[in-house]
């Protein structure tokens, strides 16, 4: 079956980085855009960015322009997301998820993701 296990978080300072993974398996990754979200307690969850099909990939918020990255392993089913100068605002559980469409586009919104990984807490101190 579709998974998606997030591993990587941990606490961090202020300033620090970190580089979440993505495992998938039970579907062809290399056709599919995987996501990566965060959600704080009380709060909705926040798309953060994604790589579509091809590597391109798109953020969905400024906040994190310059600090986070996202790329792709085909060949190992992965997916990475790499933050640095990491902020006390960045604590968070961080959550990878898959385009629910093959070979569409990354598009913006919770709705557009089918299969969600169970998420890994990232805290930040400052």
């Known amino acids: 079956q579709v998974q998606l296990v997030e591993s990587g978080g941990g606490l961090v300072q202020t300033g620090g980085s970190l580089n979440l993974s993505c495992a998938t398996s039970?579907?062809?990754?290399?056709?599919?855009?995987i996501g990566w979200f965060r959600q704080t307690p009380g709060k909705e969850r926040e798309g953060l960015l994604c790589?579509?099909?091809?590597?391109?990939?798109?953020y969905y918020t400024d906040s994190i322009k310059g600090r986070f990255t996202i790329s792709r392993d085909n060949a190992k089913k992965m997916v990475f997301l790499q933050m640095n100068n990491l902020k006390a605002e960045d604590t968070a559980v961080y959550f990878c998820?898959?385009?629910?469409?093959?070979?569409?586009?990354?598009?913006?919104?919770?709705?557009?993701?089918?299969?969600w990984g169970q998420g890994t807490q990232v805290t930040v101190s400052s």
């Open positions: 998820a898959r385009n629910r469409a093959a070979w569409a586009p990354c598009r913006r919104g919770t709705n557009e993701f089918d299969y």
């Open positions: 790589v579509a099909t091809y590597g391109d990939s798109t």
């Open positions: 039970g579907f062809t990754l290399d056709i599919y855009g």
